[in-house]
C-alpha cells in the first residue's frame, strides 16, 4: 500500500531564517506531488505540483519554491520565511494521468509551520 | 475557473441526530467531485468521491453524498451522528491542468457533536 511521510510534525522559525520541508511517498511509481498550505478559515491553497522529476508548476507566486529531486520527494523551500507564511502545509499525491489516475489526492499528516 | 461554496462554517449537531453538509460547486465541464475529512492536526482523508454514474455514491464512516447536476450540488449526509465525526469537512471539484487533475476546494465545514 502507499504511504505519504512529511517532516517536520512542526516547526518555529524566526522571520528571515530559511526553510525546508520534506514530502516523500511509499508505495508507488511516478506520482504527481503537490504543495498546499491551509491558513484558518481559508481552506486549501495549492501551492506547487509536479508530475515528474524536475518539473514544478507554481499556482501562486511568492517567497516559496518547490523541488522534486527524485520520483518520490518533494521539497518545499525558503530563503527568507515571512510571518505570512506561517500555516499548515499539506503534501499529497495522486496517480500518474497516463496511469489511468489522478483524480484523487491523497494526503500527508501535514507540518505545522509558525513564522516569529 | 471552478469553484466550491460551502455555505456554512459551523454546525452542530447532537449526537445521534442526523447530519447534511452542503456543497455547491462551478465547473463548466462533467465534475469530479470529492469529500474530504481533516481531525484537528490531521492530514485529510477522503470520504467519498463522485465521477460518473450512480448520483448516491458511498463513503468511509457512514458517509454518502448525492450529485444533483441540476442544481450543482453535492451534499455530503449521515443518518446518524458519532461523536467521533467531530472534525472539519472539505468539498472539493477536480479540474484537468497541464498533466494532473488540480483540486478546488470548498473553505470547509466545521462540525461540532453534543454528546
Known amino acids: 500500500s502507499q504511504t505519504i511521510h512529511q517532516w517536520p510534525a512542526t516547526l518555529v522559525q524566526p522571520v528571515g531564517s530559511p526553510l525546508s520541508l520534506e514530502c516523500t511517498v511509499e508505495?508507488?511509481?511516478?506520482?504527481?506531488l503537490y504543495w498546499y498550505r491551509q491558513a484558518a478559515g481559508r481552506g486549501l491553497q495549492l501551492l506547487f505540483y509536479?508530475?515528474?522529476?524536475?518539473?514544478i508548476s507554481s499556482e501562486v507566486p511568492q517567497n516559496l519554491s518547490a523541488s522534486r529531486p527524485q520520483d518520490r520527494q518533494f521539497i518545499l523551500s525558503s530563503k527568507k520565511l515571512l510571518l505570512s507564511d506561517s500555516g499548515f502545509y499539506l503534501c499529497?499525491?495522486?496517480?500518474?494521468?497516463?496511469?489511468?489516475?489522478?483524480?484523487?489526492?491523497?494526503f500527508g499528516p501535514g507540518t505545522r509551520l509558525t513564522v516569529l | 475557473a471552478q469553484s466550491v461554496t460551502q455555505p456554512d462554517i459551523h454546525i452542530t449537531v447532537s449526537e445521534g441526530a442526523s447530519l447534511e453538509l452542503r456543497c455547491n460547486y462551478s465547473?463548466?465541464?462533467?465534475?469530479?467531485l470529492f469529500w474530504y475529512v481533516q481531525s484537528p492536526g490531521q492530514g485529510l482523508q477522503l470520504l467519498l468521491k463522485?465521477?460518473?454514474?450512480?448520483?448516491l455514491v458511498q463513503g468511509i464512516k457512514g458517509f454518502e453524498a448525492e450529485f444533483k447536476r441540476s442544481q450543482s450540488s453535492f451534499n455530503l449526509r449521515k443518518p446518524s451522528v458519532h461523536w467521533s465525526d467531530a472534525a472539519e469537512y472539505f468539498c472539493?471539484?477536480?479540474?484537468?491542468?497541464?498533466?494532473?487533475?488540480?483540486?478546488?476546494f470548498g473553505k470547509g465545514t466545521k462540525l461540532s457533536v453534543i454528546p
Open positions: 509536479s508530475v515528474g522529476i524536475g518539473q
Open positions: 463522485y465521477f460518473s454514474g450512480d448520483t
Open positions: 465547473y463548466g465541464a462533467t465534475p469530479y
Open positions: 499529497a499525491w495522486s496517480a500518474p494521468l497516463w496511469a489511468g489516475g489522478g483524480n484523487e489526492q491523497f
Open positions: 472539493a471539484v477536480a479540474a484537468r491542468g497541464a498533466g494532473s487533475y488540480q483540486l478546488t
Open positions: 508505495g508507488t511509481s511516478n506520482p504527481n
